[in-house]
T-cell receptor, first 113, second 112 residues
């Protein structure tokens, strides 16, 4: 069974530039999550989708971050404009249902300089 | 109070030792509990789910104490390969969202 796919693996951008991350969840998984993990901390949920609807985006900085999940499958997360403090690993995860275990992609390591 | 709290450690133990981690959660309505393992510069991977009656998988035992709102992970006969960060994960207790909340992780270093 294919796992969660993410791209790119690494990205370096200058502050105020924009960046987009892509995620393809495990086939059949209705729930998709985007987490932000800063070095030394646990993953912080940015947004959760159930199929193509947003279930929770309470911790998403909506002035600069946006996310969508077209057709309830792939998802993109965008940052525009980026700030230095956005440097982190962005992890996508999916689960069959909400409340069940989540499976993670390898993440995108973003460095903002 | 944080929704999910863990002692960040690090826990430094010799090979063969038994080590235990605790994790407390704030929402008494939480229903799902997990332990994840994260190696350096890798993604978190599910180690085990935590069931009400407690469960064991080889050298790993997980327990849930709903009354005190904590879960624990016990590792027996530690191996060098057990060195990693262990993340406690709890759902937020909402039947609508099922949001999974991570603790900050506990770092384990097993020494020869």
């Amino acid at each position: 069974e294919a796992g969660v796919a993410q791209s790119p693996r690494y990205k370096i951008i200058e502050k105020r530039q924009s960046v987009a991350f892509w995620c393809n969840p495990i086939s059949g998984h209705a729930t998709l999550y985007w987490y932000q993990q800063i070095l030394g901390q646990g993953p912080k949920l940015l947004i959760q989708f159930q199929n193509n609807g947003v279930v929770d985006d309470s911790q998403l900085p909506k002035d600069r971050f946006s996310a969508e999940r077209l057709k309830g499958v792939d998802s993109t997360l965008k940052i525009q404009p980026a700030k230095l403090e956005d440097s982190a690993v962005y992890l996508c995860a999916s689960s069959l249902l909400s409340n069940t275990e989540a499976f993670f992609g390898q993440g995108t390591r973003l460095t903002v300089v | 109070r944080k929704e999910v709290e863990q002692d960040p450690g690090p826990f430094n133990v010799p090979e063969g030792a038994t080590v235990a981690f605790n994790c407390t959660y704030s929402n008494s309505a939480s229903q799902s509990f997990f332990w994840y393992r994260q190696d350096c510069r890798k993604e978190p991977k599910l180690l085990m789910s935590v069931y009400s009656s407690g469960n064991e998988d080889g050298r790993f035992t997980a327990q849930l104490n709903r009354a005190s709102q904590y879960i624990s992970l016990l590792i027996r006969d530690s191996k060098l390969s057990d060195s990693a960060t262990y993340l406690c994960v709890v759902n937020d207790g909402s039947s609508n969202t099922g949001k999974l909340i991570f603790g900050q992780g506990t770092t384990l270093q097993v020494k020869p």
